[in-house]
T-cell receptor, first 112, second 113 residues
């Protein structure tokens, strides 16, 4: 089993719809979870971080964490064409140096 | 937010030569920096963890003698790709960790001809 997995894409949603991105992880001891957005040829940029079970909202973005199910998701409300990018789920593993491992990413296209 | 810089942003080198990439945390001290590599249409793969004042910790399958990492200060880590080959052509990204968050540099595009 891979350490961090994401739902396979590409995902296409119409403008204004809700985009739902999912991620599961294998290390039960992980405590920190991140969602990054990456545009082609650019470095990832942090969208959300979440550390506790439940929901965390920031503008149009909502991250959801369920540690019992080892599951973290990202919802994007009122999707815009500018949201079209690859979304990377990242998990900080509980190791001696707390390395951060990335999932394979999900490509999102928002259709005008 | 915190800023991490990388230099150079883009480099082209001939096969067999060595290339050094610098990663700096500009407004915070980073005891730990990470080096990632990203091939086209793939995710970031962790290569190694760089700890200030000690040897880097390499991920399985990453040759430590080929990818030399030095973390000389709390704001600077370097990655040297030695005897580069075309298959080393990739996007190399460093990141530095503050107390909680992880910040990424803009990346270095390496092309080996």
């Amino acid at each position: 089993q891979k350490e961090v997995e994401q739902n396979s894409g590409p995902l296409s949603v119409p403008e204004g719809a809700i985009a739902s991105l999912n991620c599961t992880y294998s290390d039960r001891g992980s405590q920190s979870f991140f969602w990054y957005r990456q545009y082609s040829g650019k470095s990832p940029e942090l969208i959300m971080s979440i550390y506790s079970n439940g929901d965390k909202e920031d503008g149009r973005f909502t991250a959801q964490l369920n540690k019992a199910s080892q599951y973290v998701s990202l919802l994007i409300r009122d999707s815009q064409p500018s949201d079209s990018a690859t979304y990377l789920c990242a998990v900080r593993m509980k190791t001696s140096y707390d390395k951060v491992i990335f999932g394979p990413g999900t490509s999102l296209s928002v259709i005008p | 937010g915190a800023v991490v810089s990388q230099h150079p942003s883009r480099v082209i080198c001939k096969s067999g030569t060595s290339v050094k990439i610098e990663c700096r945390s500009l407004d915070f001290q980073a005891t730990t920096m990470f080096w990632y590599r990203q091939f086209p249409k793939q995710s970031l793969m962790l290569m190694a963890t760089s700890n200030e004042g000690s040897k880097a910790t390499y991920e399985q399958g990453v040759e430590k003698d080929k990818f030399l990492i030095n973390h000389a200060s709390l704001t600077l880590s370097t990655l040297t790709v030695t005897s580069a080959h075309p298959e080393d052509s990739s996007f190399y990204i460093c990141s530095a960790t503050s107390a909680i968050e992880q910040y990424f540099g803009p990346g270095t595009r390496l092309t080996v001809t």
